[in-house]
Nanobody
Framework: QVQLVESGGGSVEPGGSLRLSCAAS????????MAWFRQAPGKERERIAT????????EYTDSVKGRFTISLDKAKVMVFLQMNSLKPEDTAMYYC?????????????WGQGIQVTVSS
């Protein structure tokens, strides 16, 4: 049974930084695609960053490009999201997701989510 556990959320002032981590356990896929989504109150969940299992295919949604960086620890099946220059509009519940495949297409596994709040 695959489990994803996020950590690293919290509250920060605008312009600050946070680093989210997501650890996967129970995985049979050696190097799965992993991703970060977020959902703000009253809004739909949006995919903000994806990384293929080999780390060679990375994509970001426009609103986070240049500020957020997704990365992998391939040995441990962990994914990270370094978030810099945070804005109030980044406030949301952040979710880690993972696929059964090396390249990102569908996401079969989800973490429980972790809150990120950006406020002065």
């Amino acid at each position: 049974q695959v489990q994803l556990v996020e950590s690293g959320g919290g509250s920060v002032e605008p312009g600050g930084s946070l680093r989210l981590s997501c650890a996967a356990s129970g995985y049979s896929v050696v190097r799965p695609c992993m991703a970060w989504f977020r959902q703000a109150p009253g809004k739909e969940r949006e995919r903000i960053a994806t990384i293929s299992g080999g780390g060679d295919d990375i994509e970001y949604t426009d609103s986070v490009k240049g500020r957020f960086t997704i990365s992998l620890d391939k040995a441990k099946v962990m994914v990270f999201l370094q978030m810099n220059s945070l804005k109030p509009e980044d406030t949301a519940m952040y979710y880690c997701a993972a696929s059964d495949y090396v390249y990102c297409a569908t996401y079969e596994y989800w973490g429980q989510g972790i809150q990120v709040t950006v406020s002065s």
